[in-house]
């Protein structure tokens, strides 16, 4: 899994799976954009990405995906259905003193912290979750009983033993 999105597109992932199944995950949660593919034997057999840039909906697949990616996708449609945005804040000013400042500068108006509802972007984790229902871990989980190991450009893959 990588913190970068361009990351697993600068591998080599035919290369890495000859001999054995894969699965690569990226993601940028501050462009909100998730890509999860499946490569066997030097070939991508499914590709997921979702790209908010290109609208909050947004989901493209290549090739077929597997099972669990009908009921994640269910699931998602399901959470957009029954989403009720949290009540705004009373507790936070409107607006900082600065910035109250240039807002009557400029003859506008601020509106108060969660006055103006926010589209939650619930496609972004379909393709995370979909890559979590196949490895059985998640990039932002924590667990002692993973053992990862790095890939480095140009250096040969030593996997780590099991004990």
């Not at 894969?22 to 991508?44: P, Q, T």
């Not at 597997?66 to 959470?79: Q, Y």
């Not at 229902?133 to 099991?162: M, N, Q, Y």
């Amino acid at each position: 899994m990588a913190a970068r999105v361009d990351y697993v597109q600068s591998v080599d992932l035919a290369s890495i799976s000859q001999g054995a199944r894969l699965v690569a995950l990226a993601l940028h949660d501050g462009f909100m954009v998730s890509i999860a593919e499946s490569w066997c034997d030097g070939k991508r057999v499914w590709k997921l990405w979702h790209d908010a840039r290109k609208g909050i909906d947004h989901l493209k697949s290549d090739g077929d995906l597997p099972e669990p990616f009908a009921a994640i996708h269910a699931k998602c449609l399901e959470d957009i259905r029954n989403y009720v945005p949290p009540p705004p804040r009373k507790d936070l000013p409107a607006a900082l003193p600065a910035e109250a400042a240039i807002a009557a500068r400029l003859g506008a108006t601020i509106q108060p912290w969660g006055a103006v509802s926010q589209r939650v972007d619930f496609h972004f984790s379909i393709p995370i979750k979909l890559g979590e229902s196949i490895v059985g871990f998640r990039h932002d989980h924590h667990s002692d009983a993973i053992t990862f190991c790095e890939l480095k450009p140009g250096e040969k893959l030593r996997l780590p033993s099991v004990a």
